[in-house]
């Protein structure tokens, strides 16, 4: 790992909230009629990146439709299915209440990220989206624009999320590589991409970036 950590930044989906049951049900519905028996797996290798490219890569000149499509059905069921990892919250809170600088990089629009945030109970924090920067996970772009944000040195940031290409992107950036488990990838595929750190629930997720960061402990409790 790099040195002390100054500032932090977290994936949305699969990371703050527990967003996959939501995902899945989308990308089934989207490939209902075209490809009724594509595996969870393919799915779930797509999570992190934005819609339209493994979409268009699948099939090729539809991806705008398919992403419409989707956003259709995630929109309509979003807050019915978005639920909070628990802990999260807390682990959030207590670092933004020591002072350390928090927020947030995702693939996906970000109205959409602060709508997910407000349900599951997250305090409000800067959010670079889909439509802020040209290029997405695993290129660096967004990390460094969410660093930028935070008026921070990349290699003084660690990221957090649950994808393969949020690993990727962090090592791409020169940012730590915080991974978890309890989202779009498995612990082995995470390590092998090259995460400085896998941790399987909100307390060692807590635990390691006060560690990081050198500030004193919060309490992690459920998310209420």
């Known amino acids: 790992m790099t040195g002390r ?42 999570i992190g990146r934005p819609l339209i490219d493994p979409l268009e890569e699948r099939h090729p000149g539809r991806g705008q439709e398919l992403v419409a499509r989707y956003r259709e059905h995630n929109l309509a069921h979003h807050d019915a299915l978005v639920e909070a990892v628990p802990g999260i919250d807390a682990v959030v809170a207590g670092l933004v209440g020591a002072g350390v600088p928090v927020g947030v990089v995702s693939s996906k629009r970000a109205e959409t990220v602060r709508r997910g945030m407000r349900i599951v109970g997250l305090p409000d924090l800067d959010v670079v989206g889909l439509e802020e920067v040209s290029r997405h996970k695993p290129h660096p772009e967004p990390l460094l624009e969410g660093a930028r944000r935070l008026g921070l040195d990349p290699s003084g940031c660690a990221y957090v999320g649950d994808a ?45 970036l006060h560690r990081l960061t050198g500030v004193d402990p919060a309490p992690v409790g459920a998310n209420t």
């Open 5 to 46: 950590i100054t500032g932090l930044l977290f994936d949305f989906d699969g990371t703050l909230a527990d967003t996959i049951p939501l995902i899945l049900a989308s990308f089934r519905h989207t490939f209902s009629e075209l490809e009724p028996d594509l595996d969870e797996a393919t799915f779930r290798s797509w």
């Open 164 to 208: 393969v290409v949020d690993v990727q992107a962090a090592r791409a950036a020169g940012m730590t590589a915080v991974a978890v488990t309890w989202g779009a990838s498995g612990r082995a595929d995470l390590e092998a991409a090259g995460a400085d750190a896998v941790v399987a629930d909100a307390a060692q997720l807590g635990e390691l």
